[in-house]
């Protein structure tokens, strides 16, 4: 028999009296916050010294339920808000955790930057591949054809490649994943976490709410159907090979890990040349 | 104590260095970039860290993010800057968040004049943002003020927990002249209040005085900070009435109900005048010299000097029963002209205006001292 | 006594420089002074101009208007500022460069940027400007003016900048004393 | 011949811990339990959902934890036996 149980031994990373949280059922959301929370419990993180950074949107919501110190900034600022915490506090471990809307679109030029400057963060981006938050419209990375509530005809746009816009930029660690991937997800979120320089995890996530409806897969679970059918893994192809369109397969896996100094670094030898 | 040959903007710089400002994120535009490059050479120096965003909104963002990793932080701009600042000016007022904007004052809408001086800021510095809200604006008339001003910003930055605005102008920004830098020791610093109770016990936004102390990344108390309308805990209620309505009271009153404390007039010959100039920033030098003329002349005019712009001193102006005419010069079309008005009734106040470009002559306000003493 | 002072010619003679120096040696003098350059575009290409004000009082607008004294080191310049000039002012010219119209009230003259040629560098062409300014109207000390020569200009171009103001300084004493 | 010492190979085994409540009802734990363990219960939650409860018959939680990581709300979890 089933045990019913009153608290999850992950509660300890929770705010548990702000659960349950706001995300609707079948959402990807929960699953990547509870890969992440999961990963954590993996690494020797010092709590007091982890902060996350979130924008605005569903996914923003994701600082308001680690209990850690937490900010829940303006549409698209996270990453630049998150430099200055980070360059304020070395001792920081930065997480950003924001959605494709708000890292791609409306923060897209910070994401770059970040990326380009090398600033020590990772960035956890859940792309459900439009607006949930404000109902479904569309976003950056919304599939060619995909149908929203302002592309009701269907997407004539042409989607980010998200992996391939991070690599592009300059990020030290590129990985997707789809939030079924919890394993492998989990085991990138720990690289990530440990990796020096801007590491950059996307994860393929449920909106069964305001995407999934419109899209034939209107619960969170045929979505997950759909990710376990299929997703590839492909460790170490070229990101841009690796674009996401309707009807074709979802490649996942880690694309980029090399090394490179950061700006932290390179900031920190400039004031001790400054000071002498 | 040194004596120095600043330019307004070297002035703020080293005044913001003075203060303790170790974090500077900034975007170049004329005419505040001179700030830019000079916290670029001075930040490392002294340990700070200064880093060039891709953008204003960024720029802004980054300080925010600064100002809770512990540091004082600033940023610098000039008008089309400062419009896309207000965004995160107003999650600064909202999370209550220390830190110093300076807007150098060129002439806008728009791109306008870049190189030129504008005073049409000032409600932009007040309402810029959406929401309710109250700010802290001071406007520096010298480059020793540039400097002893952005000090001043600092403190009450970390005294109110607010974004406090450095409202210069271009013509003071490139001015240069005598600046004293006085003695460490005798600079006043003031910093930001500390929770003095165990995390398990910490509410990050009750505040007994208006102003609650403040918990950084870091230091153990797990503080979870929104621009969402939150509670004592910090804790989103974004459908709640009752938290926003005690929330935004208070934001508000702690500014508002403190106005005396950050009131800082300079006053010129008041005793017994009956003409009063209302000017504020670099055009403020010329209306001082137009009141020196005037009082040669034998006219009863006096000059009263804002250097605290915001919150505005409306107790002070209700005071004022004696002046028969408040004449408003300002490098744009009446904008604190609307605030004296409010105070002392349309009928006693005059509006010398410029749209921009350059400050008013000492000729020009003394002939409309003139036309205001026929008029009375 | 509030005195106005411009120098005037063109981007890359040192225009802002001068205004530079001679505020910052008013400065050593502990005498109020505010320095305004020209600022922007034109500070670059065309025209350049730099003002003081310099006053044992308060300076409260901060701006030259009607200049005391003129200094310029172009035709551009002096065509643009002279009308400006109040009429007991004083003009001083890089005689080389300027060509005076009718009615020149009192001018010193000096050939500064031949004089920066002989000397080696062009470049010290506003030095030696800056030390027949300060010899014609003494209204900054010859050690202040120095101090603040040898503060700003680079380590290595010391001696030649010293020489630059000395010659300077020296035909504008002689000046005074015609 | 070969005397083979039958070693008690036990399959690892988990406990399944669920927080009722919590439960939005979701499926992904029943859908990919590998081993599947776990079927809808005929009850309501608090929130009118019905949450996971293990299957009757001889199906035996190995504790892979697969569950626990893939829900969203926090709702289950697993205790490994034997360990």
């Known amino acids: 028999m089933e045990i019913v149980a009153k608290n999850h031994p992950l509660d300890k990373y929770l705010r548990t009296d702000r659960i349950p949280h706001i995300w609707c059922p079948g959402c990807g959301l929960g699953t990547v916050l509870n890969c992440f929370l999961h990963a954590l419990e993996e690494t020797d993180i010092d709590l007091k010294n982890l902060a996350i950074v979130s924008g605005i949107g569903c996914t923003g919501r994701v600082a308001g339920y680690i209990n850690v110190d937490s900010y829940h900034t303006t549409h698209g600022r996270a990453i630049p808000f998150a430099t200055g915490l980070k360059l304020a506090n070395p001792k920081l471990k930065v997480v950003v955790f924001s959605g494709d809307g708000d890292l791609f679109a409306i923060g897209g030029n910070h994401f770059i930057h970040a990326a380009r400057r090398n600033i020590d963060m990772t960035v956890i981006c859940v792309n459900n591949y439009n607006y949930g938050m404000t109902g479904g419209q569309l976003g950056p990375t919304t599939p060619l054809d995909a149908r929203t509530t302002t592309s009701p005809y269907g997407n004539i746009e042409h989607p980010f490649n998200l992996c391939h816009v991070a690599a592009a930029s300059g990020a030290v660690y590129v990985a997707r994943w789809t939030a079924l991937h919890v394993r492998r997800l989990k085991e990138s979120m720990k690289e990530a976490l440990n990796k020096k320089g801007f590491s950059f995890i996307e994860v393929i996530a449920s909106c069964p709410t305001t995407y999934g409806r419109r899209n034939k897969m209107p619960t969170g679970l045929e979505t997950m159907k759909y990710y376990k059918e299929h997703s590839v893994i492909k460790h170490g192809i070229d990101p841009s090979k690796a674009d996401i369109e309707i009807g074709k397969d979802i490649v996942v896996g880690k694309f980029v890990d090399i090394e490179k100094p950061t700006f932290d670094e390179a900031v920190h030898e400039l004031i001790k040349k400054a000071r002498k | 104590m040194q004596v120095k040959f600043y330019s307004g903007n070297i002035a703020c710089a080293e005044g913001a260095i003075a203060a303790g400002c170790r974090f500077f994120a900034g975007y170049p535009i004329t005419p505040s970039s001179e700030i830019a490059e000079h916290m670029a050479l001075r930040l490392p120096q002294v340990g700070g860290i200064f880093i060039q965003m891709e953008d204003e909104l960024a720029s802004m963002a980054a300080i925010l993010g600064a100002s809770w990793g512990g540091a004082k932080a600033m940023t610098a701009t000039s008008g089309p800057g400062f419009s896309l600042m207000q965004e995160n000016i107003g999650l600064g007022a909202m999370t209550e968040t220390p830190c110093v904007v300076v807007n150098v004052q060129r002439a806008g809408p728009s791109t306008g004049m870049p190189t030129l001086v504008g005073q049409a800021d000032v409600m932009q510095a007040r309402w810029g943002s959406h929401g309710d809200y109250e700010i802290i604006a001071l406007s520096p008339s010298s480059p020793q003020e540039c400097f002893d001003l952005t000090i001043r910003a600092f403190n009450l930055a970390e005294e109110y927990r607010v974004p406090v605005i450095v409202l210069m102008d271009e013509s003071v920004s490139h001015m240069f002249e005598k600046v004293i830098i006085p003695p460490k020791e005798k600079i006043r610093i003031v910093n930001r209040k500390k929770p003095r109770v165990p995390p398990d016990e910490f509410l990050p936004y009750k505040a007994d005085d208006f102003i609650p102390p403040m918990a950084c990344a870091g230091e153990g108390y797990s503080v979870h900070v929104t621009g969402l309308t939150h509670d004592e805990k910090g804790y989103p209620q974004a459908t709640s009435p009752e938290v926003q309505e005690r929330l935004v009271r208070r934001l508000c009153d702690k500014i508002r109900k403190n106005e005396r404390k950050m009131r800082d007039i300079e006053e010129y010959e008041m005793e017994d005048a009956e003409i009063a100039i209302v000017s504020f920033g670099t055009t403020a030098r010329s209306a001082k010299a137009a009141v020196k003329f005037a009082r040669k002349k034998g006219y009863k005019v006096g000059l009263i000097r804002l250097k605290t712009i915001w919150p505005f001193p409306d107790e002070y102006f209700e005071s004022l029963d004696g002046i028969k005419k408040f004449l408003v010069v300002e490098v744009n079309y009446g904008q604190i002209k609307l605030e004296v008005e409010r105070n002392v009734g349309k009928n006693r106040v005059e509006l010398l205006p410029k749209m921009g470009g350059e400050i008013h002559t000492p000729e020009e306000i003394y002939k409309k001292i003139r036309e205001v003493l026929q008029w009375k | ?178 | 011949m070969k005397y083979w010492v039958k070693e008690e190979l036990k399959p690892p085994h988990g406990k399944v811990y669920i927080i009722k409540d919590r439960c939005k009802g979701c499926g992904f734990c029943i859908e990919f339990c590998p081993q599947g363990v776990l079927q809808e219960s005929e009850e309501f939650n608090a929130k009118g959902y019905h949450p996971p409860k293990l299957v009757e018959n001889e199906k035996k939680c190995i504790g892979c934890g697969f569950c626990s990581l893939v829900c969203p709300e926090f709702a289950i979890y697993i205790e490994k036996e034997g360990e």
């Not at chain 3, 063109?10 to 350059?37: L, S, W």
């Not at chain 3, 002279?82 to 004083?90: M, W």
Request: glycine letters at 10%; proline letters at 4%; aromatic letters at 8%.
């Open chain 3, 1 to 178: 006594m509030r005195i106005e002072i411009k120098f005037g010619g063109f981007g890359g003679q040192g225009i802002i420089t001068m205004g530079h120096i001679a505020g910052k040696a008013c400065i050593y003098d502990e005498r109020n002074v505010v320095f305004t350059p020209s600022y922007g575009p034109e500070a670059r290409g065309g025209a350049a101009s730099s003002n003081i004000v310099i006053s044992d009082e308060e300076i409260d607008y901060p701006y030259v208007t009607y200049p005391d004294i003129l200094v310029v080191m172009s035709q551009e310049a002096y065509e643009k500022y002279a009308p400006l000039l109040k009429e007991e002012g004083l003009l001083i010219i890089d005689e080389d460069l300027v060509r005076l119209k009718n009615g020149e009230g009192r001018v010193a003259k000096i050939p500064a940027t031949r004089i920066a040629e002989n000397l080696g560098k062009r470049i010290v062409t506003n030095i030696v400007m800056l030390g027949f300014f300060t010899g014609v109207t003494k209204l900054i000390s010859y050690d202040a003016i120095k101090k603040a020569v040898l503060e700003t200009v680079p380590a290595k171009f010391k001696e030649l900048n010293e020489k630059a103001l000395d010659e300077g300084y020296k035909r504008g004493i002689e000046w005074q004393e015609e």
